[in-house]
């Protein structure tokens, strides 16, 4: 048995399925049934993609009502529960603050510009009945970018799983969902990043199958006269979350996993009672640079 890689792009990111073998053309079958499962839910809900579900049900907003097909309603039940789950903090109408921030450019937007942004954020008033949703206010939009990623590793390692691979992971863009542990039964080696040392490692996490996720301030940001702005927006403010640099988490699913990082550094003080009642292995580094994990991380 031998361990194949195999790299591709989707996402916006690097990405690879590993998997265990005793040869590489099989090993290459399996790895592109998965790939096409990530490329086909890239196609499906990217926001990107005009003829998307996405797009289709952004631009009916202010009009009439979407029907969606059964996976889709399925995600848009999860974002109702993780929107209530999180006290509206994890909010998929929160993508439209990307109008306001340009994480290329080190300039902040105007309160005015936030505030106009901010009102089109009100996932309470999206109509969701019958298999339809309706968005009701013009401008608005709706984004699976906060947990899109991990639910297509979940999908992936579905098909895989379904193929009878045991022993393996796919990662994409370190959304991680793990199949089984290496074939010689000893478990894979993450390495999470230093949030402020690329080229460092706070710590090497060894995991057997589960999933692996982590969000941080340092993916997407800018500092500004010794303050740091990254991505991750609170939906009230429209402004970054400064708390943590980075949270990382393990669950059973990349969906849950990521979900939990997401809504973490968006609670900040408030996230690590969220991690412990979600009941998931975290490690969490805040704004001094301080290490948080609970027990049951593995190190």
């Known amino acids: 048995m031998q361990i194949f890689r195999f790299p591709f792009k989707a996402m916006a990111c690097t990405c690879e399925v590993v998997l265990a073998q005793t040869e590489v053309s099989k090993a ?41 097909d059964a996976e889709t309603w399925t995600l848009l039940q999860y974002a109702d529960t993780l929107y209530r789950s999180s006290e509206g903090m ?45 968005l009701p206010k013009p401008g608005m939009e709706i984004d699976f970018g906060g947990f899109g990623k991990e639910y297509a590793a979940d999908r992936a390692a579905l098909i895989l799983t379904e193929n009878g691979i045991d022993s393996g992971y796919v990662n994409l863009g370190g959304d991680i969902r793990i199949l089984g542990p290496k074939p010689d039964g000893q478990a894979w080696q993450f390495g999470i990043q230093d949030p402020r040392h690329i080229d460092q490692l706070v710590a090497t996490i060894p995991i057997e199958r589960g999933a ?7 993916q997407r940001y800018f500092d500004l006269d ?11 403010t429209g402004r970054p979350v400064q708390h943590w640099r980075s949270i990382t988490v393990m669950a059973p699913l990349a969906t849950m996993a990521g979900s ?32 948080h994990k609970n027990s049951s991380m593995p190190s």
């Open 212 to 218: 692996l996720a982590t969000s941080g301030d340092y």
């Open 90 to 134: 994890f909010d998929i109408t929160a993508g439209i603050l990307r109008r306001a921030w340009n994480f290329s450019l080190p300039t902040l937007p105007s309160e005015l510009e936030l505030q106009s942004v901010c009102a089109l954020i009100d996932w309470d008033s999206v109509e969701l009945q019958n298999q339809e949703i309706r």
């Open 28 to 68: 290459q079958l399996l790895a592109n049934k998965a790939i096409s499962e990530v490329q086909r839910i890239e196609e499906k809900y990217s926001r990107y993609r005009n003829e998307s579900i996405v797009s289709q049900i952004n631009q009916a907003a202010g009009a009439n009502a979407i029907q969606v």
């Open 226 to 236: 010794g303050q740091r702005y990254c991505h991750i927006l609170d939906p009230y």
């Open 260 to 291: 939990c990082t997401t809504i973490g550094m968006l609670l900040q003080t408030e996230a690590l009672d969220f991690l412990e009642k979600a009941n998931v292995r975290f490690l969490a580094i805040d704004y001094q640079g301080r290490l």
